[in-house]
């Protein structure tokens, strides 16, 4: 059993950054593939980047290509979104997500486990 918990959301200003953090408890961490999706109000969640067990392979939407970096620290168990030039367009609730195996990342259904989610709300 996987458990996670984000952190780091908030309101800013277009332009501004944030950086989320998902800390995550049980065993073997570095096992597991670790996403981050987000969900607008009235829209469906979408992928927004995925990181491979051991952090060498890093996959984003096209939508936050060179704004949003993810990283991982596997001694501290803790995934990152490092979310950069923020728009409008990006507030959502955030969410980090587990899986095994590299397979099928942007798909939601394919990560056994969740966290309950930050908001992060830029405003114009």
């Known amino acids: 059993q996987v458990q996670l918990v984000e952190s780091g959301g908030g309101l800013v200003q277009a332009g501004d950054s944030l950086r989320l953090s998902c800390a995550t408890s049980g065993r073997s961490f570095s096992t597991y593939t670790m996403g981050w999706f987000r969900q607008a109000p009235g829209k469906e969640r979408e992928f927004v980047a995925a990181i491979s067990g051991s952090g060498s392979a890093t996959y984003y939407a096209d939508s936050v290509k060179g704004r949003f970096t993810i990283s991982r620290d596997n001694a501290k168990n803790t995934v990152y979104l490092q979310m950069n030039s923020l728009k409008p367009e990006d507030t959502a609730v955030y969410y980090c997500?587990?899986?095994?195996?590299?397979?099928?990342?942007?798909?939601?259904?394919?990560?056994?486990?969740w966290g309950q989610g930050t908001q992060a709300t830029v405003s114009s």
């Open positions: 997500a587990a899986k095994v195996g590299i397979q099928a990342i942007s798909t939601p259904t394919r990560y056994a486990y």
